[in-house]
């Protein structure tokens, strides 16, 4: 019930293309869900985050959607460029347990 | 700058050794975080600790031991008992341990056991 499950596991998406990532959680008392972006040896580093009182929350060309009835929230990377070529990691919290249990991670290249 | 510093960057070590990796953050936050990493499976967390000389054990404790005898550092041990010790190891903090937001993590130290 802890899980986070995160798919596709790897995307190749042409560059002005859209990325799309899944993720899917069981707890429904997790109410935090940040995004992480990690560069290959750098640690992750915070991308976006949603609370679940929202459905959607944008920032530039990276989009959170939430669905709560579903227990399934996902990331849109709009007009997709080489630079955005990394890993990333879904994740989910719940209040006070001081626990961010990431899901598996998708590796995202994103050709010129 | 602010931040989180992990040492060494990369280490080798021979089986049955023990190995400490280093983890120092200026940011003045409470809580502190080791994550270990391995393709295909995420992060996972090993130790937390949400204030100086107390930590809880995440969910793959067995075969690491920490210490936090200061709020800046936080450092892992990893034990001859870990039977696949062969990974990336993260450093996070936070400001406090709650899910009030961002994790900021340290570059990550590549364990590789001989």
């Known amino acids: 019930q802890q899980q986070v499950k995160q798919s596709p596991q790897s995307l190749i998406v042409q560059k002005g293309g859209i990325s799309i990532i899944n993720c899917a959680y069981e707890n429904t008392a997790f109410d935090y869900f940040p995004w992480y972006q990690q560069f290959p040896g750098k640690g992750p580093a915070l991308l976006i985050a949603?609370?679940?009182?929202?459905s959607e929350k944008k920032e530039g060309r990276f989009t959170i959607s939430f669905n709560k009835s579903a227990k399934q929230f996902s990331l849109h990377i709009m007009d997709s460029q080489p630079g955005d070529s990394a890993t990333y990691f879904c994740a989910a919290s719940s209040a006070g347990t001081g626990k961010l249990i990431f899901g598996q991670g998708t590796t995202l290249q994103v050709k010129p | 700058d602010g931040g989180i510093t992990q040492s060494p960057k990369y280490l080798f070590r021979k089986e049955g050794q023990n190995v400490t990796l280093s983890c120092e953050q200026n940011l003045n936050h409470d809580a502190m975080y080791w994550y270990r990493q391995d393709p295909g499976q995420g992060l996972r967390l090993i130790y937390y600790s949400q204030i100086v000389n107390d930590f809880q054990k995440g969910d793959i404790a067995e075969g690491y031991s920490v210490s936090r005898e200061k709020k800046e550092s936080f450092p892992l041990t990893v034990t001859s008992a870990q039977k696949n010790p062969t990974a990336f190891y993260l450093c996070a903090s936070s400001i406090t341990s709650g899910n009030t937001g961002e994790l900021f993590f340290g570059e990550g130290s590549r364990l590789t056991v001989l």
């Open positions: 949603i609370r679940p009182d929202v």
